[in-house]
């Protein structure tokens, strides 16, 4: 096996573990699924590089706990997590599983392409009925990443995750 | 410590401390706020503040090489050694008083961190394009509420004015030549005038302004603060979860 097969076969078998590891608050997605984590590096210090979503989010702890306890798991002891700021983590780097999984589980997937100026959303789908006639309850709502919304067609309350 | 780093250290401190303090301030709404969209909004605010801080006074600790890292320096610095803006340390006061506090501080923190996301140094550009994205967010949602008691019922207007009025003084600080960011100082009037002309306020009439927070020289509402931060990390030393 050449150097460069290797490269990718780290990275993708470190991409299955993950994808299997939920994020602590919406369990719905993976931490993979939710775009924090950036890059495998395989030298000789194997490097898993995630970048934390709020900088204040209590998840994030966790979040780096459990991608620890599956790489333990699979193995992977060796492995060193490194966390970086830069780029900023955004919402559009959610997948599009990701999104329609946050959808199913209620709640709103931030619009794409929206997530560089963290404004609020345009418009804000009812992830219920799919209506667009919805509007805001409070700007900030369980978790950091999510705002509290009410449909005004099926008079719903949902959550929506932030544009960032 | 060489220089540049002596420089760098006391930079990240001050970018620490303001919402380091800022966060505790807001903390002790929990519970205790209007409604519980607030107590939410509120909490939600420290939270991001208080991440901004582990990072800055992480940096700070890293730059230092004493082995003090982030918690070594929020829990085992004395009130002299603080260096936050006074603004921020003031008491919450009702809620206009804090939204009031919010509204100047986070419409000048939003600035800074555009300048700080554009610095040489990477560690700290890097905290600071982070930390921007929240910031807009508690920017706008001071702003909003600015308005809405401005412009609300005659009681809400008078706490805001009287809100306004007595965290205007604390706001001088933020842009003095030495210690402060004098170079946001009209982008910031700008802001300002803007959201209470949108609330039909006027601006509060100019005051001497209240320094000396950048030196170590606070009011005595810090020390207060501190021990009810600090308490526990000093009392039991190495106390873990």
Redesign the interface.
């Known amino acids: 096996m050449n150097a460069a097969a290797n490269v990718v076969s780290l990275k993708d078998r470190v991409l299955e573990i993950l994808s299997h590891v939920p994020d602590p608050e919406i369990p719905c997605v993976s931490v993979v699924e939710l775009g924090i984590v950036r890059d495998v590096r395989d030298s000789e210090k194997p490097t898993l590089v995630i970048t934390?979503t709020?900088?204040?989010?209590?998840a994030t702890i966790a979040i780096e706990q459990s991608i620890r306890a599956a790489l333990d798991r699979a193995g992977l002891c060796g492995m060193t997590i490194e966390t970086?700021?830069?780029?900023?983590?955004t919402t559009d780097w959610i997948s599009e599983e990701g999104r329609d999984k946050l959808r199913a589980y209620g709640i709103a997937p931030p619009p794409k392409g929206e997530g560089q100026h963290?404004?609020r959303a345009s418009i804000v789908q009812c992830p219920r009925c799919g209506s667009t006639h919805t509007e805001e309850?409070?700007?900030?709502?369980?978790t950091?990443c999510k705002a509290?919304y009410r449909c005004t067609e099926c008079e719903e309350p949902f959550d929506l995750f932030?544009c960032? | 410590m060489a220089g540049e780093e002596n420089i760098l250290f006391h930079h990240a401190i001050r970018l620490g401390d303001d919402p380091l303090i800022l966060a505790q301030r807001l903390s002790e709404w929990c519970g205790h706020a209007p409604m519980l969209e607030i107590d939410l909004a509120l909490a939600n605010i420290a939270l991001d503040l208080f991440g901004q801080a582990t990072h800055f006074l992480g940096l700070a600790g890293e730059v230092e090489c004493k082995g003090r890292d982030a918690d070594a320096l929020a829990f085992h610095r004395d009130v002299l050694d603080f260096h936050n803006c006074l603004l921020v340390e003031q008491p919450n006061g009702d809620f206009a008083q804090t939204i009031a506090r919010q509204f100047l501080f986070s419409n000048w923190q939003e600035l800074l961190m555009h300048e700080i996301a554009a610095a040489s140094e990477l560690r700290l550009s890097a905290i600071g394009a982070k930390a921007v994205k929240e910031i807009t967010y508690h920017a706008r949602f001071a702003n909003e509420w600015v308005v809405r008691l401005g412009d609300g019922t005659e009681e809400s207007r008078a706490r805001m004015i009287a809100g306004l009025e007595w965290m205007w003084r604390f706001t001088g600080e933020l842009f003095d030549p030495v210690d402060g960011a004098a170079s946001l100082k009209t982008e910031w009037d700008a802001r300002i005038a803007r959201t209470l002309a949108e609330a039909g306020l006027e601006l509060p009439k100019p005051r001497r302004a209240a320094m000396g927070g950048r030196k170590g020289h606070h009011s005595e509402h810090l020390g207060h603060l501190l021990t009810e931060m600090q308490f526990l990390p000093r009392a039991y030393p190495g106390a873990l979860w």
Not at chain 1, 54 to 58: A, I, L, N, Q
Not at chain 1, 84 to 89: E, F, I, K, Q, R
Not at chain 1, 137 to 142: H, K, V
């Open positions: 934390p709020y900088t204040g989010c209590p970086t700021l830069s780029p900023p983590w963290s404004l309850i409070s700007a900030f709502g369980s950091p509290l932030k960032h």
